[in-house]
């Protein structure tokens, strides 16, 4: 969906999460090869790039790197996101999962112009304009592909088209298709309730492609065949737990395509009293909470 992200896209780099980087190891696990990952609608490349604890980034830049030649391209982690904008400024990997190249891909130049950079992660902006045919060329031509993702993006994508396109990239046989999405978290009864009622105060504002999300992927379509990681109707459901700031609350709520199109409307959704409200059931603006993002996802390989 163009423009939905655009406005919001400085502050999306710091508020949204990194995904558990157990998911890229079973990812990987389920490809033959590992030569090429398409990451799209990346925004910021939230899953194309990852950043590990600082110890284990020294550990690897200093000890593990020289001594191989593999590289991660997919990796993940699940920090306070107040601690990420010195993080975004070191080139981290962890050693775990191996891509060769990873493409990043976004409608939104303006999320593109905040992407997190790797050395084997390129992004690339592809306007809706661009037509298949050259969108499968820019990624190396059919069946060059062994692993597409779409992270807490399909449900914006106008999906027979999106699912042709995959069709022709991966490399079959062993290349898979991802996607996954988060709607709803698990933090204290009284946290949860507010949030609850603050959603409700976007509907009016939210785009008809988010009644997917909401759903929980239970009723996207999803012709592939199923690699035992969730099957069409029946999303695989995960955890994501990580630590988070009232700020890291808040700029996640910002960052939310409702919040945008309510502003442009002349409403701000997260008015004073509101963010009163929150600050008051989190317990304290210097709070770092355990919270557990539920998340669903469906993997499956091109129907033969
Ligand atoms: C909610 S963001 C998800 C970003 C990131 N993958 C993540 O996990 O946080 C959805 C992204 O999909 C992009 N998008 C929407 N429609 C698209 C399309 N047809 N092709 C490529 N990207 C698209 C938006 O610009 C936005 O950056």
Redesign the pocket.
């Known amino acids: 969906?163009?423009?939905?992200?655009?406005k919001q896209?400085e502050v999306?780099v710091d508020a949204?999460?990194r995904?558990p980087s157990e998911w890229y190891s079973m990812l990987a696990g389920r490809t033959h090869h590992h030569t090429l990952a398409w990451?799209?609608?990346?925004?910021?490349?939230?899953?194309?790039i990852g950043v590990s604890n600082l110890l284990f980034s020294f550990f690897y830049l200093a000890y593990l790197r020289p001594r191989t030649q593999n590289i991660c391209v997919l990796d993940v982690l699940s920090i306070d996101q107040d601690h990420l904008n010195w993080h975004h400024k070191l080139i981290i990997f962890k050693v775990a999962e191996y891509y060769e190249q990873v493409i990043g891909?976004?409608?939104?130049e303006a999320?593109l112009k905040h992407a997190m950079s790797h050395p084997r992660v390129r992004y690339i902006h592809?306007p809706?304009s661009i037509s298949d045919d050259e969108l499968v060329l820019l990624l190396g031509g059919e069946g060059s592909v062994d692993l597409v993702?779409?992270?807490?993006?399909v449900h914006?994508?106008?999906l027979p088209n999106?699912y042709s396109i995959v069709t022709r990239l991966l490399r079959k046989p062993g290349g898979i298709l991802a996607v996954w999405g988060y709607n709803d978290s698990a933090i204290s009864p009284a946290i949860d309730s507010a949030l609850k009622r603050f959603r409700e105060t976007t509907l009016p504002f939210r785009d008809p492609n988010i009644r997917n999300l909401f759903d929980g992927y239970r009723t996207l379509p999803f012709p592939f065949e199923s690699v035992g990681l969730g099957s069409e109707g029946e999303p695989l459901l995960l955890d994501m737990p990580m630590e988070l700031s009232f700020d890291g609350l808040l700029r996640m709520l910002m960052s939310s395509?409702a919040v945008a199109t309510a502003k442009d409307r002349g409403v701000e959704l997260l008015s004073e009293g509101v963010v009163k409200e929150l600050e008051s059931a989190w317990g304290g603006r210097s709070l770092i909470r355990n919270v557990i993002y539920k998340a669903f996802m469906l993997v499956g390989k091109p129907k033969l």
Do not use: C, I, K
């Not at 990451?39 to 194309?48: I, K």
């Not at 891909?105 to 939104?108: C, E, K, L, Q």
């Not at 993702?149 to 993006?153: F, K, P, S």
């Open positions: 969906m163009a423009g939905l992200f655009d896209a999306y949204r999460p995904y990451d799209v609608g990346t925004g910021n490349g939230q899953a194309a891909t976004d409608v939104s999320q592809t809706l993702t779409a992270a807490e993006a914006w994508f106008d999106f395509s």
